[in-house]
């Protein structure tokens, strides 16, 4: 199973930005980057925006490039964590887990009643991974150029015709194909909970399969931009959705601000 997640690194090392080393230590529990909202009365935020970085970006680069002030711009009442879940953690397949134990119980015991996840490239991959095995704990999970997984899984829903017909024929629990089979369950019963948001740069190189993504979201729920597979483009999709009607029918209840 390793030997899929190498091929994964090696397909990814020239395609995604960022400078750090690949063979990065996994740390429990997982470092982090904080950014905590500032309540009247020492009341504390209800919902947690959970970022997870791309295969080799960092917590302080969501900062660096504007994804947090873009947040705080639009006065979200929310507080942030972004975990440093690099590709060791993919590899190890402990992603699950240590989002599990070190960032989902304890805002949950801190008392969060909201939890969403918002994922770059590879931590697009990550935040379904975790949302697919525990959809009644996050309330929504935003995908911007997400990795939609290994050319092995893509090429058998590319070859069965879609994700819906492959589903038919496949069935495998394996960690990515499960997260696949998740997705099309759950477009079949119509669920709109936790909610899922698809952002995409139009030149993207990895647009082909994240349209296979596509399908399965609600059409309202996709977003669009000019751009690549790079931090100027994500950043344009997070101030997009930031701004959509769909996003603030869900996030402009300012409760710590009343």
């Known amino acids: 199973m390793k030997l899929r997640w190498r091929k994964l690194l090696w397909m990814l090392t020239a395609l995604i930005t960022g400078c750090a080393n690949p063979v990065r230590p996994t740390v429990v529990p997982l470092p982090r980057v904080e950014d905590r909202l500032v309540c009247p009365d020492n009341r504390r935020a209800t919902r947690l925006v959970v970022m997870l970085p791309g295969l080799y970006d960092t917590p ?6 504007g994804f ?3 947040l705080r711009q639009q006065r979200i009442d929310a507080d942030v964590v972004i975990p440093d879940l690099h590709f060791a953690y993919y590899e190890s397949r402990s992603v699950e887990q ?3 134990e070190d960032v989902i119980l304890p805002a949950r015991a801190a008392g969060y009643r909201e939890i969403w996840f918002a994922g770059i490239s590879l931590g697009g991959l990550g935040a379904l991974l975790y949302t697919s ?6 309330s929504g999970t935003i995908l911007l150029a997400p990795y939609a997984g290994t050319e092995d899984v893509l090429k058998e829903i590319r070859e069965a015709g879609g994700a819906r017909a492959w589903a038919l024929q496949s069935q495998s629990t394996e960690q990515q194909r499960g997260i696949w089979r998740w997705l099309v369950a759950r477009q ?3 669920l709109d909970k936790p909610l899922l948001m698809i952002g995409t740069g139009n030149d993207d190189r990895f647009l082909r399969d994240q349209l296979l993504l596509t399908g399965l979201i609600s059409p309202v729920m996709q977003f669009t931009a000019e751009g690549g597979h790079d931090w100027p483009t994500w950043l344009t999709l997070w101030v997009q959705m930031l701004n959509s009607p769909q996003l603030q029918a869900y996030w402009r209840d300012d409760e710590c601000r009343r």
């Open 68 to 70: 947090v002030q873009a």
């Open 188 to 190: 079949i019963r119509g």
């Open 98 to 100: 240590r989002l599990r």
């Open 60 to 65: 302080q680069d969501f900062v660096k490039h």
């Open 133 to 138: 095995q525990h959809p009644e704990e996050i």
